[in-house]
């Protein structure tokens, strides 16, 4: 039986292509983890605000579905679904979405929990300077929140970018579905998902170091 070797050239041939699938997955992670902290951010303010039995129970059960179920799932939902009720969307699009709407649920969460370290007195001193609505967030509320959820904010980014993989599904061109393209037509998988592994590594490795270098940056900002 022909043992077969592992051929690093496979490996250097593909990294080219494997960038660009990889620049395609930054795309989809930066834009859906973006507007996940806004939608994230704006639940957040109207359940502080509102204090609305029927709005945290439909927002209970969101959560509550989001982390119930696979993201490969919420994918499908998304892609294969949502034309049923005339929302064609494309595989880009869809895959965005359904990424969107995953992270928001757990930066929901995190920024709960941010909002909670920050002293009641905080809310009690600015309404006694006059300072109220979207002031009182904008300039004094969320800072402090967002600064006490730097590291699960970007450990959910990373969980973000790690999750675009499943994207290959829907026939979203990124990562993975770049390596699925080369090794089918080469037909030396290990090779291939050898620079994958790298390339998703270093990705990720970066975006968590990250947290590091923002907590003491914001931790100097204050001590000034």
């Known amino acids: 039986m022909n043992k077969v070797k592992f051929d690093i050239s496979y490996t250097f041939d593909a990294i080219p292509r494997l960038l660009e699938g990889a620049f395609v997955t930054l795309q989809v992670a930066i834009l859906g983890f973006t507007l996940s902290v806004l939608l994230a951010t704006t639940i957040t303010v109207a359940r502080t605000s509102l204090n609305s039995k029927i709005f945290n129970s439909i927002l209970a059960f969101y959560i509550s579905?989001?982390?119930?179920?696979?993201?490969?799932?919420?994918?499908?939902?998304?892609?294969?679904?949502?034309?049923?009720?005339?929302?064609?969307?494309?595989?880009?699009?869809?895959?965005?979405?359904?990424?969107?709407?995953?992270?928001?649920a757990f930066v929901t969460e995190i920024l709960r929990g941010g909002l909670a370290s920050v002293p009641i007195g905080q809310f009690e001193a600015a309404k006694s300077l006059g300072i109220s609505g979207y002031a009182l967030w904008r300039k004094i509320i969320l800072p402090q929140t967002f600064i006490t959820s730097i590291p699960p904010l970007v450990n959910e980014f990373t969980m973000?970018?790690?999750?675009?993989?499943?994207?290959?599904?829907?026939?979203?061109?990124?990562?993975?579905?770049?390596?699925?393209?080369?090794?089918?037509?080469?037909?030396?998988?290990?090779?291939?998902?050898?620079?994958?592994?790298?390339?998703?590594?270093?990705?990720?490795?970066?975006?968590?170091?990250?947290?590091?270098?923002?907590?003491?940056?914001?931790?100097?900002?204050?001590?000034?």
């Open 65 to 104: 579905f989001i982390r119930g179920t696979p993201i490969l799932v919420q994918i499908f939902l998304v892609y294969y679904v949502l034309p049923v009720f005339g929302l064609n969307l494309g595989p880009f699009t869809a895959g965005i979405i359904a990424i969107t709407l995953n992270s928001a």
């Open 160 to 224: 973000v970018l790690k999750a675009t993989a499943l994207l290959s599904m829907i026939t979203v061109v990124e990562l993975m579905r770049v390596s699925q393209q080369i090794y089918s037509a080469n037909y030396h998988p290990v090779e291939v998902l050898s620079g994958t592994f790298v390339i998703y590594f270093l990705m990720c490795f970066v975006v968590s170091r990250s947290s590091v270098f923002l907590e003491n940056r914001f931790i100097v900002k204050r001590a000034r």
